[in-house]
């Protein structure tokens, strides 16, 4: 059994993360693999990753719209931590041996991997970002209570006059919302339309998402595509129209999400933070746990050293 058979095994038998998936994957890479490591019959680690070549030279890295990958760890839960954390240092060099050899890495990992001497002992570059993770599995008014004013304010009157429903049809939308708001940042969108409708189709044929859409007045103002696997929830992407002025109408869907996560049985919340100060401080105001998470790099090219150069 090659390596990708064993893989879509492993995860139809282990809880895996939605990023991670073997569907996800197929929407979102031309071609792609994974390390795999073993003890006996036993799967203790997997780490897939895309193939790509580009400039004629082979580089690991997220696939478009995959904010998070790179190594999952499969320990018994009772381990003991200090046990469990010597095994998963051991687990992850043995998936980085596996790994294909490239001279260009950059590749952002999930939260709550914290194995950066191993990185580093692999000649690999640890930096960081941050997100805010919410637990959701608390009653939904001490949820609410640990808001900010701001956001609480925003969602009590907000709340009565902004409708959001689940309507998948509207992504054209939230992609030219976000287009738009890029392109006032002078950034480029680095994905297409059709590549967001195949993983918005991947989505829903694995019952692991929802496109909820906000509406004043009948008019739609902003959108949140929402993706979640059996534990975490992810504000996977949103954007509002140019022209919204009103700060409710984000937080009103947001809170949505959020509590839609909860009713579904996720434990967390994940709001794929930002460093943007504006943003963070917005995510902040919902009460989340800042979480930083490792981007693990390496560039030894000097055609890639070139190319970063004179990229617009």
Same mark, same amino acid.
């Given at each position: 059994?090659?390596?990708?058979?064993?893989?879509?095994?492993?995860?139809?038998?282990?809880?895996?993360?939605?990023?991670?998936?073997?569907?996800?994957?197929?929407?979102?890479?031309?071609?792609?693999?994974?390390?795999i490591?073993?003890?006996?019959?036993?799967?203790?680690?997997?780490?897939?990753?895309?193939?790509?070549?580009?400039?004629?030279?082979?580089?690991?890295?997220?696939?478009?719209?995959?904010?998070?990958?790179?190594?999952?760890?499969?320990v018994?839960?009772?381990?003991?931590?200090s046990?469990?954390?010597?095994?998963?240092?051991?687990?992850?060099?043995?998936l980085?041996?596996?790994?294909?050899?490239?001279?260009?890495?950059?590749? &952002?990992?999930?939260? *709550?991997?914290? +194995? /950066?001497?191993?990185?580093?002992r692999?000649?690999? !570059?640890?930096?960081?970002?941050q997100?805010?993770?919410?637990?959701?599995?608390?009653?939904?008014?001490?949820?609410?209570?640990g808001?900010?004013?701001?956001?609480?304010?925003?969602?009590?009157?907000?709340?009565?006059?902004?409708?959001?429903?689940?309507?998948?049809?509207?992504?054209?939308?939230?992609?030219?919302?976000?287009?738009?708001?890029?392109?006032?940042?002078?950034?480029?969108q680095?994905?297409?339309?059709?590549?967001?409708?195949?993983?918005?189709?991947?989505?829903?044929?694995n019952?692991?998402?929802?496109?909820?859409? &906000?509406k004043?007045? *009948?008019?739609? +103002? /902003?959108?949140?595509w929402?993706?979640?696997?059996? !534990?975490?929830?992810?504000?996977?992407?949103?954007?509002?129209?140019?022209?919204?002025k009103?700060?409710?109408?984000?937080?009103?869907?947001?809170?949505?999400?959020?509590?839609?996560?909860?009713?579904?049985?996720?434990?967390?919340?994940?709001?794929?933070?930002s460093?943007?100060?504006?943003?963070?401080?917005?995510?902040?105001?919902?009460?989340?746990?800042?979480?930083?998470?490792?981007?693990?790099?390496?560039?030894?090219?000097?055609?890639?050293?070139?190319?970063?150069?004179?990229?617009?």
């Open positions: 059994m090659n390596n990708q058979r064993l893989y879509r095994q492993i995860c139809s038998e282990e809880y895996i993360p939605i990023f991670l998936q073997p569907w996800w994957l197929d929407a979102v890479c031309k071609e792609w693999d994974a390390a490591v073993q003890q006996g019959e036993h799967v203790t680690g997997i780490w897939p990753y895309a193939i790509e070549k580009r400039l004629g030279l082979p580089i690991l890295r997220n696939p478009k719209l995959t904010p998070y990958l790179g190594p999952h760890i499969i018994p839960d009772d381990m003991k931590l046990k469990a954390d010597g095994i998963e240092q051991e687990i992850v060099g043995k980085l041996q596996q790994m294909p050899q490239a001279k260009v890495w950059n590749i &952002a990992l999930q939260p *709550g991997m914290k +194995q /950066a001497g191993v990185m580093k692999n000649e690999l !570059e640890v930096q960081v970002q997100t805010f993770l919410l637990d959701i599995t608390r009653e939904e008014n001490t949820i609410l209570a808001m900010s004013e701001s956001i609480r304010r925003n969602i009590r009157t907000g709340g009565k006059e902004i409708v959001v429903t689940n309507e998948p049809d509207f992504l054209p939308h939230l992609y030219r919302f976000q287009k738009k708001a890029l392109a006032k940042k002078g950034i480029r680095h994905f297409t339309l059709q590549d967001a409708q195949k993983l918005m189709n991947a989505c829903l044929d019952f692991s998402t929802a496109l909820w859409v &906000a004043h007045k *009948g008019l739609v +103002q /902003a959108a949140i929402n993706v979640w696997d059996h !534990e975490r929830s992810y504000y996977f992407m949103g954007a509002q129209k140019e022209d919204n009103d700060p409710r109408i984000v937080t009103v869907i947001l809170l949505h999400a959020i509590m839609e996560s909860k009713h579904r049985g996720n434990l967390t919340f994940d709001f794929e933070g460093m943007d100060e504006g943003v963070e401080k917005y995510f902040r105001g919902f009460g989340g746990t800042r979480e930083l998470y490792m981007i693990i790099k390496k560039n030894t090219s000097m055609r890639w050293n070139l190319k970063e150069m004179i990229r617009p």
